[in-house]
C-alpha cells in the first residue's frame, strides 16, 4: 500500500464522491445516506464513536481501540468532506505544530 496520507486522500475522494451534488445514492452507500440524512447523523456518530474509543482504552482492549479509532477518523473524515475540507489540511495542521510543546503553547495563550 501506498503512503498512510495517500490512503487517507483516496478515502477522501471516495467520501467526496458520496456528496449529493456528486450524486451520491443513499441506497447504494451508507456514506451518501448519512449526508442526506444532513449533518446530526455523521456527528452523531463522531460523539457516539469517541465514547465508545474512550471505553475500549479503559478496557485496555487494543483491537477495540484501533477499531474505535478507525470508526472514530473515519467518521471525522465523513464530516470533513461535508464541510468541503481534506485529511492533507489536518495533517499540515499537525505538522505545523510539530515541536511545539503543548505547555508551551497554552502558556502563550495565556499573555
Ligand atoms: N471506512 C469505512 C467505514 N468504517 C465504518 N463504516 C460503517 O459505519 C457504520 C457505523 O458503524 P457502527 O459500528 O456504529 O455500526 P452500526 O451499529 O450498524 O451503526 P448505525 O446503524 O448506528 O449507523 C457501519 O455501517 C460501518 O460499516 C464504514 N463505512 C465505509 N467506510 C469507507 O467508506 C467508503 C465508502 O462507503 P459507502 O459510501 O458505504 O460506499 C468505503 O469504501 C470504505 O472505504
Redesign the pocket.
Known sequence: MSSSSDFLAV?AN??ES?LPSNGGNPES????KLYHKGPDSFLK?VG?EATELVMACKDADKERIIAET??LW?HSMVALGYYGLRPEQVITELARREGVSGLVEKASRKE
Open positions: 478515502l471516495t467520501l458520496r452507500s451508507y456514506v451518501a456518530k457516539e478507525a470508526d473515519f
